[in-house]
């Protein structure tokens, strides 16, 4: 049985239109997938061939409202539906790049927790060229934690880790300041003898790790609460971003300069490609009882494409059932 | 009265050589600097020719050591000779590319806080070509913070960013995850109001910044507990490394590949020069009755000759002064 992936046509800054081209590409690479939006806006989009189903949801939740509240009383939104798809059994998996505090309500109230489980984190996954990927856990659910929280991230970081890459027991860092034992703030000292205790069968427990470890790949899957770990995340973003702007105004000079940034355009393309966030499509909420891809609000058709092959291939993989056989 | 800087010439991975080369070019540009740690092994180094004073201090703290311990007990360290320098009078700062918190402890204990700061705070210089630097505040020296201790964060690191950068009123954004005032975790949430009624005379709050908003100047100086400051300072070092990496194995290729590299290096020297963490020197240890400047473990005589020509122009600008003016 190839259950569909079930894809919020409404999410995102570029909603509908890239998002049905998305979903219309994915279809062509054999992907399964529905499309959930107000049934007739999706067929008036220029991608939209019919070879993608739709599921009607008249309601759309906006950027700025209030997750909870929304996913209580939108219950025709997107975000509702795709929920109930999957709760049903009908979906597979969901896909949302729009508004993250709501798709995680959507998630968690709808799909509900994992048994055991105290909160879900998000894991993104920051690929490197010609190397493991690295997985960062909590990337945004979180702001505030508990050490035992982070435990349980280390814990279903790994699984998915090791689902997506494999090959070896995955280590886990703590994201701190300073590599001691004692140095970090009161969670992280708290949480690095309990990440000691739990280090063996599912991840080994490598000590605390620094920001510039992150991409140095000190771990396979970097472990730390919510807000810290998407200030990393998004600095990150900012860094390359700023990278970027300087070659872009370096090679903006004379002609010379302008004939050396082609060249290095033409080089770094392949690169590029492996490294751009669009090639990785979205983040897992993971501690919920249903593969839940959270993409990035600009993700365009190839960044929805890749998160539905994403949440696809963790669904054929069983991701909840191993993260709930973990937890049992 | 032209006051000198007193440097520690034990602290650092490249000490006491590279200190050394740095207080003499220091010394060459005019820069007033003693040297301080053990006589011999100062007078030994290869660079040494006589230009600069040295204050004899035997005792060398590692990196390993306690901080408050070791200030306490190794009172011929030369970061104690240091501090006692500033408080007699007879440096006008001092400057250490040791151990952190060593430093802070020798600043703090031994040249004191000044009147009515609740805890320093290390206030980072983040050089951006052909703009104005953006301070990062706090970058390491309080892992747990109050709200309150943010606004004066905020306040010191306007006070430094006027007197290095000035012209305008600085903004201040208050780093966190999301835009909107009620984002982020428990320590923004109620740092914010303050903030916000902080806002005026020293500094104009924009509001919550991202971590991508950092590089991107949305603020000029950027505010946060120094558990997420370290971190997000270090994420942008490793995202640097990391980009770095991916040009230099891009252009290893073939020849062609790296004929383009060589042209991108030259086209890239200048700007990279003024990016780079030596240019700036260090980060000034804002709250103490004294200037102090933390260089990098990793300083090199470049990067120290930095560090001292800006706790001298620190000095000179009176930046204690005026912090104390504000707070009394």
Redesign the interface.
């Known amino acids: 049985l190839d259950l569909p992936v079930a894809l919020d046509a409404m999410g995102g800054d570029h909603a509908p239109d890239e998002i049905v081209k998305g979903a219309e590409e994915a279809a062509r690479e054999g992907v399964p997938v529905v499309l959930v939006g107000p049934e007739e806006r999706v067929r008036a989009c220029e991608a939209f061939t019919g070879a993608v189903p739709v599921v009607d949801a008249p309601e759309v939740i906006g950027m ?1 409202e209030d997750p909870a509240m929304a996913i209580r009383t939108k219950r025709n939104s997107s975000l509702v539906r795709c929920a109930e798809l999957v709760t049903s059994g009908l979906a597979g998996a969901m896909v949302s790049a729009g508004n993250t505090g709501a798709t995680m309500a959507a998630a968690l109230f709808k799909v509900g927790r994992i048994k055991n489980v105290s909160r879900p984190g998000i894991a993104s996954l920051l690929p490197i ?1 010609d190397e493991d990927p690295v997985v960062l856990i909590d990337s ?1 659910a979180q ?2 934690c508990r050490p035992e929280w982070l435990v349980q991230f280390a814990q279903m970081g790994a699984i998915f880790w090791s689902l997506r890459v494999g090959g070896r027991t995955p280590r886990v860092g703590l ?3 300073g590599e ?1 034992e004692g140095k ?3 969670l ?1 000292k708290k949480a690095f003898p309990e990440l000691k205790a739990a280090s063996g069968e599912v991840f080994e427990f490598v000590g605390n790790v ?7 790949r000190k771990a396979d899957v970097v472990v ?5 770990g ?14 970027v702007r ?2 872009l ?3 903006s ?1 004379s002609e010379e ?1 302008k004939e ?1 940034g082609r ?2 355009l033409e ?2 393309a392949p ?1 590029a490609e492996q ?1 751009h966030p669009d090639t990785t499509g979205g983040a897992l909420l993971l501690g919920v009882k249903g593969v839940c891809v959270i993409s990035h609000g600009r993700s365009g058709a190839r960044a929805i494409k890749n998160a539905v092959r994403l949440a696809h291939s963790m669904e054929k993989d069983h991701l909840v059932a191993k993260i709930a056989e973990r937890f049992r």
Request: proline share 2%; net charge negative.
């Open positions: 700025a060229p945004g702001a505030e994201l701190s300041i001691e970090g703030n009161e992280t620094e920001g510039r470890d992150i991409l140095a730390t609460d919510g807000f810290t998407n200030v990393a995340l998004k600095t990150m973003e900012g860094t390359f971003e700023f990278f300087l070659l105004s370096v090679f000079g300069a050396v060249k290095v080089l770094i690169v490294v």
